[in-house]
C-alpha cells in the first residue's frame, strides 16, 4: 500500500506546484527575470499604460517598466529600488533635467527612452562633496560683503562692450530647461566669444572659445554663482568654480536669465540646495 500512495502524493504535489496561480515554480534560470519584474512594477501598474525605459547609472544599464502617468518624483523613487541611490541624491536626465512634478507623459516619454542618472552614494557625498558645501557657504558670504559684481572694474571691462548682437533672446522672470542646442554668442573674461555645451551623458561641461574647447566634468565644478547685469536683468554674468578658490572661476557675460537656474541644477544638482 505504501509504494501505491507515494507515487500519489507526488503527483498530486507535482499538480499543486503547475496549477497555483497558473505558473510553474521557477528554477534558477528563471530568478534573474522574476525579481527583474518584480523590481519595475506592481500590481497596480498592469491596469495602467506603461513604457519601457533604459535607465543608466554608473554605466550600468537597468530595465523599468513604469506607468506613463507617473511623475518625475516617482521615477526616482523606482531608480532608488533598482540602484539603491537615494531620490535626493539622484540627477535625473531626459533632455535636460527632468522635472519632478511632472509626469513622463507632459514631458514625452516613450517606450525605449534612455534616462540618464547621475548621483554619488551617501558615504561619497559626505566624503568628496562637504568641502563643497564649505566653498559655496564662504563664496556667498564673501559675496554679501561686496559690490555688486557687474559694478567691480573687472567685468566692468566686459560689459561696457555692450551685449552681443548674437546673444540668445532672454525672458525675465521665467525659468526654462536647457536647450537642446549649446548657449552661445556670450563673452568670457578676455571679452573673447564663450558657448557652453552640457554633455547630460557624460556629465561634463564643453565650454567652447575660439582657440580650444575644455571639458570640464561637472563633479569637478564647487560652485556656480550669478548675478543679473544691472540695467539688463533679462541676462546674468556666471562663473563656474574649477578648483578651490575665487581665482579659479571661469566667468561667462550676457546668460540668458531663462536657463540660469537650469544650469545651477544641472552643475550641481538640486540636492546641493538641502
Not at 561641461?205 to 582657440?211: C, N, S, Y
Request: glycine share 6%; with cysteine; hydrophobic share 35%.
Amino acid at each position: 500500500m505504501e509504494t501505491e500512495v507515494k507515487p500519489k502524493e507526488e503527483e498530486s504535489i507535482g499538480e499543486f506546484v503547475e496549477k497555483d496561480d497558473g505558473e510553474t515554480m521557477p528554477d534558477a534560470g528563471n530568478a534573474t527575470t522574476q525579481d527583474s519584474s518584480i523590481s519595475n512594477g506592481d500590481d497596480a501598474d498592469g491596469k495602467q499604460e506603461m513604457v519601457d525605459l533604459k535607465i543608466i547609472w554608473n554605466k550600468i544599464k537597468y530595465d523599468l517598466k513604469i506607468p506613463v502617468d507617473s511623475t518625475g518624483a516617482k521615477l526616482k523613487e523606482r531608480i532608488h529600488s533598482l540602484t539603491g541611490l537615494p531620490p535626493a541624491m539622484q540627477k535625473v536626465m531626459y533632455k535636460g533635467l527632468l522635472p519632478e512634478d511632472k509626469t513622463l507623459r507632459d514631458i514625452k516619454i516613450t517606450s525605449g527612452a534612455k534616462i540618464m542618472v547621475v548621483g554619488s552614494t551617501i558615504n561619497d557625498v559626505l566624503a568628496v562633496n562637504t568641502p563643497k558645501e564649505v566653498i559655496q557657504q564662504e563664496v556667498k558670504a564673501e559675496e554679501n560683503k561686496k559690490e555688486p559684481l557687474c559694478r567691480q572694474k573687472q567685468h566692468r571691462k566686459v560689459l561696457d562692450k555692450g551685449k552681443p548682437d548674437d546673444i540668445m533672446p532672454a525672458i525675465k522672470g521665467t525659468k526654462e530647461r536647457l536647450p537642446t542646442v549649446p548657449l552661445s554668442g556670450m563673452y568670457n573674461k578676455s571679452g573673447g566669444k564663450v558657448r557652453l555645451t552640457f554633455k547630460l551623458e557624460q556629465d561634463q561641461l564643453w565650454i567652447g572659445t575660439k582657440e580650444r574647447t575644455e571639458k570640464v566634468p561637472m563633479g569637478s565644478i564647487k560652485n556656480v554663482v550669478s548675478e543679473p547685469i544691472e540695467d539688463h536683468e533679462d541676462y546674468h554674468m556666471m562663473a563656474f568654480q574649477l578648483g578651490p578658490t575665487e581665482a579659479s572661476q571661469y566667468w561667462v557675460y550676457w546668460v540668458p536669465a531663462q536657463f540660469v537656474d537650469a544650469i545651477k541644477d544641472t552643475v550641481l544638482g538640486k540636492w546641493q540646495y538641502f
